[in-house]
């Protein structure tokens, strides 16, 4: 038997090898961070300003979503008179605490009564409530909002849409996409006092508000929401 072949025809197996490869150097890590470094600051200096965004249109109707605390309501009362509108809009699904015991179910009639209470014409104020709903609440309200607009006797081509701080930006985009292009829709976005929204961060309550609308805000632009 000719050993001497068979060695040669054994099947070599090899555990590693060398190979080339890019490696970032440590400069480049130092400009990568660098970089990251100035992302994140940009980024919490904005992105308050973009989700509680103002944008308001000419228009003769103020719809006031429901959900607002009393601050926000006296200040859309102050938008109203400030706006010259005709006609103010309470909106909202049922209430998910103390619905047994309120005189008011929803919170469309509850800042309805709250703005009467205030002094503000209960002739010039009028409540939209939404269906009961587990998720998709504000797109019920704007829902809601649309089948009462046609059939009411008002005739509307514009609404400035009051929400607060960093919801506006949602609220925008689904009050729109439920009501063009027949009507369009403006925004204000009260300013919130449960945090400083220069520094937003700075707080649990600021980092759980804006951090949350971030997520929701995403999930509304790009994920399926429509009832």
Known sequence: MNFARLRKLKIKISLIRRREMWVITREGW???MMGLIVFTILMLKNIHPFLAVNSPLKADILVVEGWLPDYAIESA?????KGGYSQLITTGVPLSKGYYLAEYKNYAELTAATCIALGFDRDKVVAVPAASVVKYRTAASAIALRDWLSTSALKV???NLYSLGTHARRSWRIFQE???PEIKVGIIAAETQDYNPQEWWTSSEGFRIVTGEIIAYIYARFVEWKM
Do not use: G, P, T
């Open 77 to 81: 009362i102050a938008e109203f008179e």
């Open 30 to 32: 130092v400009i990568a």
């Open 178 to 180: 439920v009501l063009n």
């Open 157 to 159: 081509n514009s609404i």
